[in-house]
């Protein structure tokens, strides 16, 4: 496994959000295991066997990249956060019969990686931190280049009225400052949080729906289908007695699939999966 170095590309105010070390246990808390039961569900449909090549650009801590090398895939994760990249590190050393191939800082707009080498292509992340749509072009595109020809992308996203359905859920609009980032956030994607509350995220681009395929498509990628991950589940006020109840469990997983690819409620889940493929 290797680790390479470099000055990180992100804002400086998202560097700071994720330095704190929480992403590395998100997604095994709370509402965040909806998150990820979902997407490896997704992934488990669409991937290729092992010992398929998988490029995880913006891996964080390594999470889903440790989850596909005890698989038996190999592995190789980029992420622009320091603290993420030592952490995926000592989270591969933990499974050493499984570990990740590779780990090295990167950005997802230019990655140290042989064209037509990867057969696929995660970005969980990149989307909604490059703010500007020429950016997410570029990465897109850049994505393509390293992709196998027939080769997959899984690009996550947030949806545009995800601070909307939160500030309801959580009666967050007493605040008048995260009024303002609503405001924002529906006239054109552009989440900004000026005040660093730690509930109201940080700089982010949050998609419409219907934004998702014309990015995909300019880059010269091939639209498959958008997938809702959580769907309005993540709505529910008693949450963890569904989760923690084997049944109730798989019956709300079977709702949130049966509705996953229906464009009229795409917008209501946090966030959507876009599958891709690089043409022969």
């Excluded at 934004?211 to 309005?232: C, D, K």
Aim: hydrophobic share 40%; charged share 25%; proline share 7%.
């Amino acid at each position: 496994m290797t680790e390479t170095g470099s000055d990180s590309s992100l804002p400086a105010e998202v560097l700071a959000h994720y330095e704190t070390g929480y992403e590395a246990r998100r997604l095994t808390t709370g509402m965040a295991r909806l998150e990820f039961a979902r997407t490896q569900d997704i992934l488990q449909r669409y991937l290729p066997p092992p010992p398929a090549v998988v490029f995880d650009v913006g891996g964080g801590p390594g999470t889903y990249a440790c989850w596909l090398a005890k698989k038996g895939y190999e592995v190789h994760l980029v992420d622009p956060v320091p603290l993420h990249v030592e952490q995926a590190r000592i989270a591969s050393m933990a499974q050493p019969d499984h570990p990740i191939a590779s780990v090295a800082l990167g950005d997802a707009r230019g990655v140290n990686r042989p064209g037509g080498s990867v057969d696929v292509a995660l970005l969980l992340g990149p989307l909604y931190h490059l703010t500007d749509r020429s950016d997410r072009l570029i990465a897109l595109r850049e994505t393509g280049r390293v992709l196998k020809p027939g080769g997959l992308l899984f690009g996550a996203t947030i949806s545009r009225f995800t601070s909307t359905l939160d500030g309801l859920r959580r009666g967050l609009f007493n605040d008048p400052y995260f009024v303002e980032i609503v405001k924002q956030d529906l006239i054109d994607g552009q989440h900004r949080n000026p005040t660093n509350h730690p509930f109201y995220f940080t700089t982010a681009f949050f998609h419409h729906p219907e934004e998702l395929r014309s990015e995909i498509e300019e880059a010269g990628l091939e639209y498959q289908v958008t997938l809702s991950v959580e769907g309005p589940a993540w709505l529910l006020e008693n949450f963890e007695e569904y989760w923690w109840d084997p049944k109730r469990r798989e019956l709300l997983l079977d709702t949130i699939r049966a509705i996953e690819s229906d464009g009229s409620i795409l917008g209501v889940s946090v966030h959507m999966m876009i599958v891709a493929r690089k043409g022969s």
